[in-house]
Nanobody
Framework: QVQLVESGGGLVQAGGSLRLSCAAS????????VGWFRQAPGKARELVAA????????YYADSVKGRFAISRDNAKNTAYLQMSNLKPEDTAAYYC????????????????WGQGTQVTVSS
């Protein structure tokens, strides 16, 4: 397992952009798939995006396709979520997750999770 710490959340106006970062500890980050999830108050946690260890497989929720982009820099042990054209409905706590298999991450069953970072989009 790796330890994950998210950062980059904040308050932004609709139409704006934010980039979230997920810093991983340990030397096994490159062997892990990573993903981003979000949870709004009163709603279930949902997948935002997931990426395989070699960046060759990427999944996006339909609601963020064309607006969000997941990426990773294995040399820096960091994953990113670039969010553009943000909407009020994107308001949520965003969590980073990691595990060996991208399907495990995509299905929300990752063994490693960060503590979350809040994103608030005002209209």
């Amino acid at each position: 397992q790796v330890q994950l710490v998210e950062s980059g959340g904040g308050l932004v106006q609709a139409g704006g952009s934010l980039r979230l970062s997920c810093a991983a500890s340990g030397r096994t980050f490159s062997a892990n798939a990573v993903g981003w999830f979000r949870q709004a108050p009163g709603k279930a946690r949902e997948l935002v995006a997931a990426m395989s260890r070699d960046s060759g497989i990427i999944y996006y929720a339909d609601s963020v396709k064309g607006r969000f982009a997941i990426s990773r820099d294995n040399a820096k042990n960091t994953a990113y979520l670039q969010m553009s054209n943000l909407k009020p409905e994107d308001t949520a706590a965003y969590y980073c997750a990691a595990d060996l298999a991208v399907l495990t991450v995509r299905n929300g069953r990752a063994r490693s999770w960060g503590q979350g970072t809040q994103v608030t989009v005002s209209s």
